[in-house]
């Protein structure tokens, strides 16, 4: 008997475990977990503070939150609300890694003034000392002519300082030093052009954002400026997107992406090497209108196999992206220790693409100060940033008053 309520017993604990484990399979729908999310199937894909949506469409995160903060919270998504009695499913993420805040813009030139000084020493020390005699006879005025031109002034720029500098000696007599020095330092400064537009267009225009493509030959700095000129940018609490669109240097997207990663800047790229630059460009103007972001910039290709090849394909990324918007602001990017081989690159880029400003790079190194008048007559177009170091936060916009004060240090 004993043994036959054991065996009852048995019975009735199985049927009830079985019946409790049919009613919690039945009431989860049968799911294990929320299935996964589909990558968008096209060619480019947007990386970084981004999600995707199901269906093919990259959508960016824009909120200003969550790339201004030094430590963002980690961007897990935030579950369903809990349907009564079922478990939420809290899918796993990575924990976002901590971003970058950087310096604000302001006042970086200022910061790096003793790369800009040490790097023009010889233009100033020049200058000074060709000056510091007791007469300004013939002499004095072919030295200053001939420091002028060896920091890469140019032969116009050159005359009008030193012809300046004489009709003010024949008109005011002759100067002491600190005369002198103070009528050299307007001279240089009207030369560097106080008063041209340097500002960027970082704004949104109306109700699209801003489009900036960056151009120069590799090697000049053009990914790492681009990178740059994000967290410039950033500082300002712009939203921004990247589009890597140097689809001929295998390693130029991955790069961009990590300059963009660290302040939590979204990536437009294409995993193919060699895709067409054009279209990772189209698709970056287009995420950047569908995220509402305030800039998209561009990186674009510095090499091809000829340089007309390249031309024409800069001249072909630019009329693509103009079928999706106008672009804003085309930067040049020149490394400023290339002097006249710099300048024969810049005349040939302007004629393929319309440039609105250019970005000096290396400004701390051999460089010798005197292209940025150089490049600004050449091309008609203002030097609107600066690079002085390869630090994350070593571009500044370039303040025309700054660099003579530099220069004349
Ligand atoms: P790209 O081929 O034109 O895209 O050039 P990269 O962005 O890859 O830069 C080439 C090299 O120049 C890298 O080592 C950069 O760190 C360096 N570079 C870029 N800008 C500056 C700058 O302003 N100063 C110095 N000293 N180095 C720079």
Same mark, same amino acid.
């Given at each position: 008997?004993?043994a036959?309520w054991?065996?009852?017993? @048995?019975?009735? +604990? ?8 049919l009613?919690?399979?039945? =009431?989860?729908?049968g799911?294990?977990?929320?299935p ?8 480019t894909k ?12 990259? #959508?960016?995160d824009?909120s200003?939150?969550?790339t ?12 369903e609300?809990a349907?009564?009695?079922?478990p ?8 976002a890694?901590?971003?970058? =805040? ?26 000074? #000392? ?7 006879d013939e002499?004095?005025?072919e030295?200053?002519? *001939? ?8 032969v116009?720029a050159? #005359?009008?300082?030193? !012809? ?11 100067p ?10 307007? $001279?240089?400064?009207a ?8 500002? @960027? ?35 300002? *609490? ?15 997207? *991955? ?6 990663? =660290?302040?939590? +800047?979204p990536?437009?790229?294409s995993?193919k ?6 279209a990772?460009?189209f ?14 910039? +561009? ?16 001249a072909?990324?630019k009329?693509v ?14 490394d400023?220790?290339?002097?006249q081989n ?32 150089l490049?600004?007559? $050449?091309?008609? +177009? ?9 630090g994350? !936060? !070593?571009?500044?916009p ?7 004060d530099?220069?004349?240090?």
């Amino acid at each position: 008997m004993d043994a036959l309520w054991e065996i009852l017993v @048995i019975i009735t +604990v199985v049927v009830l475990a079985g019946l409790g484990l049919l009613v919690g399979y039945l =009431r989860t729908g049968g799911r294990k977990s929320a299935p996964p999310v589909a990558p968008p199937a096209r060619e480019t894909k947007t990386r970084g503070a981004n999600t995707y949506k199901p269906g093919g469409t990259a #959508t960016i995160d824009t909120s200003k939150g969550a790339t201004q903060a030094p430590a963002p919270p980690a961007q897990a998504p935030v579950p369903e609300p809990a349907v009564e009695d079922e478990p939420a499913v809290v899918e796993e993420t990575a924990p976002a890694p901590s971003l970058e =805040r950087p310096e604000s813009a302001r006042g970086r030139m200022t910061r790096l003034r003793s790369r800009l000084a040490s790097s023009n020493n010889a233009l100033g020390k020049g200058l000074l #000392t060709a000056l510091s005699g007791d007469k300004l006879d013939e002499g004095v005025w072919e030295d200053v002519e *001939d420091t002028l031109l060896g920091a890469d002034l140019g032969v116009e720029a050159t #005359t009008e300082i030193v !012809d300046g500098l004489k009709r003010r000696v024949q008109v005011e007599g002759t100067p002491d030093t600190e005369q002198l020095e103070s009528w050299l330092h307007e $001279e240089l400064l009207a030369q560097v052009g106080p008063d041209m537009d340097r500002r @960027i267009a970082g704004s949104r225009v109306g109700d699209r954002p801003a489009v900036i493509m960056v151009v120069g030959v590799n090697g000049t700095g053009k990914t790492t400026t681009v990178g740059k000129l994000a967290r410039v940018l950033v500082a300002e *609490d712009k939203d921004v997107l990247l589009g890597a669109a140097d689809t001929f240097r295998a390693a130029a997207a *991955d790069q961009l992406e990590t300059w963009g990663a =660290r302040v939590g +800047v979204p990536t437009v790229r294409s995993d193919k090497e060699g895709a067409d630059p054009a279209a990772v460009a189209f698709d970056a103007v287009k995420a950047g209108q569908e995220g509402e972001v305030d800039v998209v910039l +561009v990186d674009t290709a510095g090499r091809l196999h000829n340089k007309v090849g390249l031309m024409d394909e800069l001249a072909k990324v630019k009329r693509v992206i103009e079928k999706q918007s106008p672009i804003d602001e085309c930067l040049l990017v020149l490394d400023a220790t290339t002097g006249q081989n710099g300048m024969r690159q810049a005349e040939i880029f302007a004629d393929a693409v319309n440039i609105t400003g250019v970005v000096l790079t290396k400004l701390d190194g051999t460089a010798k100060g005197g292209i940025v008048v150089l490049v600004q007559r $050449e091309l008609g +177009v203002p030097v609107k940033l600066v690079g002085l170091g390869e630090g994350a !936060d !070593d571009l500044a916009p370039f303040d025309p008053k700054a660099f003579v004060d530099a220069v004349l240090d």
